[in-house]
Structures are given as structure tokens and as C-alpha cells.
């Protein structure tokens, strides 16, 4: 362009707006900045407020609602779970805990429920948990139900103990099942939102685990709680549970895909001056990611329906929340190997994550629940 042109040529706008950012750049700017600086501390038992509430602002805790009781975008969700659980897994699953919750107030239908409740939710302005451990173990034949409600006038009293729920605190508020007591008997089951601050409603201290420490885990001990309509998610609760259970644990894979690649990006980190030794490891981050990437594709294929009852569904779904399991074990592990005694410091995130990937194992469905219940609808499959 010449001299003359250049004078001739329009003014260009120099206050250009940047376009917003999308969520999910939103929520690795977040997990890059203050949720990194807190993971130490939160592994450690300091409860990030902070950071959960701005992922709410950033909007990773409501893709996954659509309109009315329609799925939103799941990939969108496990994908946000998965840059924070990258950084930090007990945020990680606090998210998961968050955004599972969002899914019950969600599907109850209920008015008092649904509306302004659930839109506080999901924008992270109101915090909840999910202490359905207990249930879903209970359905898969493993453990009885610890909770049980009696049919009393204008609702149920509610008495027993769950003994680890997490990211509690006194105006947060559970999704939680208990057995309706029928005189001989449960009859059924009733869900409900169960109100830290609810008179009757004691959280007690856990004893101390060795990570996760930041999640505000308690065990909830109710003595005589009522629940009236209103905190009704579900009555009977089966159908609900049926309808549910696969988007539940479809959600969970994020925070497995996240401790998984936290893991190997942390391989990367040690490649230049380590890279002419550990190319004798197995486990290898090129492999890992690989792996990885595949699963990921699998389960995005899976969130098309995230609702759907169909066995051969509910069976790829329980294969991919152990694949994600078993991928962040691997991956924690070699990511150890990979690092050596740098990895071995307390102050490192290489063996943090060693400690969260046990977390994502053993948490509910652990891989030993998820391979029963494999096993239990394959077998429905073969002839009588
Ligand atoms: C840090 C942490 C956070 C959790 N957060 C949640 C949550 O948010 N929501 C939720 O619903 N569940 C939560 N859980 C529970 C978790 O999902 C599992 O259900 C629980 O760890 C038990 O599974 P299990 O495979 O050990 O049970 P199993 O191996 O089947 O054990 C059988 C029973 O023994 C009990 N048990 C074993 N050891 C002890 C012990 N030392 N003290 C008391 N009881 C014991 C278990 O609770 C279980 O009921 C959390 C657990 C932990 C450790």
C-alpha cells in the first residue's frame, strides 16, 4: 500500500470487542488461574467457595439442562468436569456432585423444585450434593438402604445416617433416597432434597482420607427430618432412579477423563530432560492420550441419549465410566514413574493425583460395583 492509499484509507476501529468467551474457554481460564493456585490447598482440606462458584458463573454447571426436562449438551458438561478435574480432582468431583445434583432438581418435575430453585443451581448461586451412594449400592444387591422414611401427616420423618456426603455446608442441600417404612417392610422408596439447615439434620466430622480433604465430605445424620411435597424429587423413586441412572454415571466419566489427563500433561512437563530414559516406560503419554481421545469420542457418542434405558446402552455406559477409571490409574501411576522423586514430594500435583485416581476408582460405582452390574445385564442377554 502507498503513502497515498494509506492516507485515503477509512480509519480502522481500534475498540474491537472481543468476542465472549465460550464455557468451556471460560472454565479452563478459571482452572488455570485461581482453581490451579487452590489445588494444593483444597487437596489438603481447604474447601474452594470461591473457585465453585465462578465455575457456576462460567456456566459448567447448566449445559447439561436443557428445556423442561430435556438433556442439554452432556459432552459440554463432562467436558468442563474435565479441565477442572485436569487441575484438581476433588474440585473435579465437586463439580460432578454439583452438576448430578442440578440433573435431580431437574427430572423431579416438581414446581417447587424446577423454576427459580433449579435456575439457582445451575448457577452455582446455591450449592448442592448428592449422597445416592448408598442407593445405588443398595439396588445393585451390595449394601441396605441406611436411610428410612415414615408416612406421617403432610410428608415423611426421616431417621438415619449417610456416612460420606460431599461438598456440604450448612445452606447447601442433598439429593438423597430412604426406604418408606410400610409396617412390614419397604415398600418403596422416596427421593428427596435434603436441607443441611433442616432441624434434625447433624453433619459429623469423617475420619481423615488421604486426599479429597477440601471437599467438605460429612456424614449426615437425620433424626426425625421431615420432608413435605415441596422437597419431593421422586415418590415412588424407581421409575425416577430408571430413568436417571445412566446420565448419572455418564457425567461421572468427566472426572476420570480430567485426573487421566492432568496425568499425562504432566508427563509432558518432564519429556525434555527426562524423555532419553523414560522412552523405557510402558504407559507412554503419546499411548495414553491416544487411549484417551478414543474413550472420550466413545462417550461424546454416548451423550446423544443420555436418557435412554436400553440395556446395550446402559452396558457401554458402565464400560466407559471403568475404562475412565482404569485409564486415570494407569496414567496417575505412570505419570509417577514418568516423574521420579520430583513426582514423590508432597508438595506435587504427580502424586496428588496418584491419591485422587484411587478416589475416581472407589467412589460409587466403584470398578468392582460397575463389572457386577456389566455382568449382571449381560446376563440377561443369554437364553433362559
Ligand atoms: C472422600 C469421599 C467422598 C465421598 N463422597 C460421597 C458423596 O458425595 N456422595 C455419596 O453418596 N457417597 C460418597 N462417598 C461414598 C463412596 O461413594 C462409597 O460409597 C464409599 O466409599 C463406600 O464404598 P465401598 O466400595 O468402600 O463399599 P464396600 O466395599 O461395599 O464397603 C461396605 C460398607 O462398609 C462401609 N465402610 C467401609 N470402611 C468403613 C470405615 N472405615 N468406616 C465406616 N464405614 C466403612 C462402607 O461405607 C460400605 O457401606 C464418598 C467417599 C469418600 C471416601
Known amino acids: 500500500m502507498s503513502m497515498a492509499e494509506l492516507q485515503e484509507a477509512p480509519p480502522q476501529a481500534t475498540t474491537a470487542t472481543a468476542p465472549e468467551p465460550t464455557m468451556l474457554e471460560a472454565v479452563r481460564a478459571i482452572a488455570d488461574g485461581p482453581l490451579r493456585a487452590a489445588a494444593d490447598a483444597t487437596d489438603r482440606g481447604t474447601y474452594p467457595l470461591d473457585v465453585l462458584k465462578r465455575l457456576g458463573a462460567a456456566g459448567a454447571y447448566a449445559a447439561h439442562i436443557g428445556p423442561g426436562t430435556e438433556p442439554g449438551d452432556y459432552m459440554a458438561a463432562i467436558r468442563a468436569m474435565?479441565?477442572?478435574?485436569?487441575?484438581?480432582?476433588?474440585?473435579?468431583?465437586?463439580?460432578?456432585?454439583?452438576?448430578?445434583?442440578?440433573?435431580?432438581?431437574?427430572?423431579?418435575?416438581?414446581?417447587?423444585?424446577?423454576?427459580?430453585?433449579?435456575?439457582?443451581?445451575?448457577?452455582?448461586?446455591?450449592?448442592?450434593?448428592?449422597?445416592?451412594?448408598?442407593?445405588?449400592?443398595s439396588y445393585a444387591g451390595i449394601e441396605t438402604l441406611l436411610l428410612r422414611a415414615k408416612p406421617v401427616a403432610g410428608g415423611y420423618r426421616i431417621n438415619g445416617t449417610l456416612p460420606w456426603v460431599s461438598n456440604l455446608g450448612v445452606?447447601?442441600?442433598?439429593?438423597?433416597?430412604?426406604?418408606?417404612?410400610?409396617g412390614d417392610g419397604v415398600a418403596r422408596e422416596l427421593m428427596f432434597l435434603l436441607s443441611c439447615d433442616a432441624p434434625g439434620v447433624e453433619l459429623r466430622d469423617c475420619p481423615s482420607f488421604s486426599a479429597m480433604e477440601g471437599t467438605n465430605t460429612w456424614a449426615i445424620r437425620c433424626t426425625d427430618v421431615f420432608v413435605s411435597a415441596d422437597a419431593v424429587l421422586a415418590d415412588p423413586a424407581k421409575p425416577y432412579i430408571a430413568r436417571i441412572r445412566g446420565a448419572f454415571i455418564l457425567l461421572q466419566t468427566g472426572f476420570g477423563l480430567g485426573v487421566a489427563q492432568g496425568a499425562i500433561d504432566s508427563m509432558w512437563?518432564?519429556?525434555?530432560?527426562?524423555?532419553?530414559?523414560?522412552?523405557?516406560?510402558?504407559?507412554?503419554?503419546?499411548?495414553?492420550?491416544?487411549?484417551?481421545?478414543?474413550?472420550?469420542?466413545?462417550?461424546?457418542?454416548?451423550?446423544?441419549?443420555?436418557?435412554?434405558?436400553?440395556?446395550?446402552?446402559?452396558?457401554?455406559?458402565?464400560?466407559?465410566?471403568?475404562?475412565?477409571?482404569?485409564?486415570?490409574?494407569?496414567?496417575?501411576?505412570?505419570?509417577?514413574?514418568?516423574?521420579?522423586?520430583?513426582g514423590y514430594l508432597l508438595s506435587s500435583d504427580v502424586q496428588r493425583r496418584v491419591r485422587e485416581s484411587h478416589f475416581v476408582a472407589i467412589v460409587t460405582p466403584a470398578i468392582k460395583h460397575l463389572r457386577k452390574e456389566i455382568a449382571r445385564l449381560s446376563a440377561t442377554e443369554m437364553p433362559a
Open 82 to 137: 474435565t479441565e477442572v478435574s485436569r487441575v484438581c480432582g476433588a474440585s473435579g468431583f465437586m463439580v460432578w456432585c454439583q452438576q448430578v445434583c442440578g440433573l435431580y432438581l431437574q427430572q423431579s418435575g416438581n414446581p417447587a423444585l424446577t423454576g427459580a430453585r433449579l435456575a439457582a443451581h445451575i448457577s452455582g448461586a446455591r450449592l448442592g450434593a448428592t449422597g445416592m451412594s448408598n442407593p445405588m449400592k
Open 171 to 182: 445452606d447447601h442441600y442433598a439429593g438423597v433416597l430412604a426406604g418408606v417404612d410400610s
Open 269 to 342: 512437563r518432564v519429556e525434555p530432560q527426562l524423555g532419553h530414559v523414560n522412552r523405557f516406560l510402558e504407559d507412554r503419554p503419546d499411548d495414553l492420550q491416544a487411549e484417551l481421545d478414543a474413550l472420550t469420542t466413545r462417550i461424546e457418542g454416548l451423550c446423544a441419549t443420555p436418557f435412554s434405558s436400553d440395556r446395550d446402552h446402559l452396558i457401554s455406559v458402565l464400560d466407559v465410566r471403568a475404562h475412565a477409571s482404569e485409564l486415570a490409574l494407569r496414567a496417575a501411576q505412570s505419570a509417577l514413574l514418568h516423574a521420579g522423586a520430583r
